[in-house]
């Protein structure tokens, strides 16, 4: 997946950063920016290739539960899934069972759209996550079996004007949406424009695009159709309490039939962690050959460049794909822990059913 989770988390931020202020603001923003960045180099092998294999198909995968005995315990999730799941091992310490990932609201959505696309990807964190937005896309491609946003689209970012700071006109040109001043960025039938506003204040929407080669007058139509939306995005997914908070959920696809999904922990000093399910994984080729929850699975290991080498350099990053069954892949990608450790979190991580996949058939 080209176009992945952490990906899409960091141009979220720096648009959230550079659509930003005056200069005396951005110099006073910038230790916490330079922090930001900090963050974002050492994820970047880390998410890039976790969110990569995070979104996947429209299967039934049964949840599996652990008694307090420590022993597995199977129920069956939607029909049509595997009959009887392998057994959880109990070769490391089992975590105890986790919470399942909560639905995040999404808030507006456009009610106007330009010929040829549809919503193919939802991302959004939770509101107490720091620089924490909600992204949906259309795109005029398909994303594939890995949920690739590339190319073509047209983007709703919903952002706190709090954490990114008042609107301000940046060069741009002064809009009228629905009655609040916006501001237009890009050259009439630019590859690349936005036009961002708030709709209260609290709230920054901004409506952008990219290789639709819309008018000024389109991007504006786009914005003054945003209306509030009711719908969540939700990852049928159970995280451990050893996994820490969720920072950012993932869901996209082109169908029923082909979708995927993840949720990436809130990083650390210490450790990073990420979690998808899907029909594919682009964790490195080869490794060591284990078994995980009864389950034929692969463990890659890989050294730690850059500045996280001086905190999580000594365990390096580990992915870890667990064959499902059906051509289902499991991929966990953390550092900053010990093996025993990961692997002890990721036998605690559950696939908990199929989400609702209808609105992949909107539009």
Known sequence: MTRNLEEIVRSAQELQADRAVHAERVRAALPRRAARVARRRRAGMFVGVTAAAAVAAAVVVPTVLLRPDGA????????????????????????????????????????????????????????????????????????????????????????????????????????????????????????????????????????????????????????????????????????????????????????????QVSASGVATDRRQLSVSVGFASTAPAGGEKITVGGRPARLVVRKIEGPAAKTRGATGTMFLVVELGGGRLLTVVGDGMPRAEFLALAEGIRVTGVPDTSWLTIG
């Open 72 to 259: 597995a315990q199977h129920q069956a999730g939607a029909p049509g899934g595997p009959a009887s799941p392998a057994p959880v091992s109990t070769a490391v310490n089992l975590p105890a069972a986790g919470t399942e990932v909560a639905p995040l609201a999404l808030r507006y959505r456009l009610s106007w759209l330009p010929a040829g696309v549809r919503e193919r990807l939802r991302t959004a964190s939770p509101p107490d996550v720091p620089d924490g937005f909600v992204l949906r896309s259309w795109t005029k491609n398909k994303v594939g079996p890995t949920a690739d946003a590339k190319g073509a689209r047209i983007e709703l970012m919903v952002s706190d004007a709090t954490a990114r700071g008042a609107l301000q006109a940046n060069g741009g040109v002064q809009v009228d949406v629905g009655g609040k001043v916006g501001y237009y960025h890009g050259p009439e039938g630019d590859r690349k424009s936005y036009l961002e506003w708030q709709p209260d204040k609290d709230t920054v929407l901004s409506v952008s695009q990219q290789d639709l080669d819309l008018s000024r007058a389109d991007l504006l139509r786009a914005a003054r159709s945003v209306v509030p939306d009711t719908a969540r995005v939700a990852v049928p997914l159970a995280v451990p309490p050893a996994f820490g908070l969720v920072g950012h959920v993932a869901f996209g696809g082109d169908s029923a039939s082909s979708w």
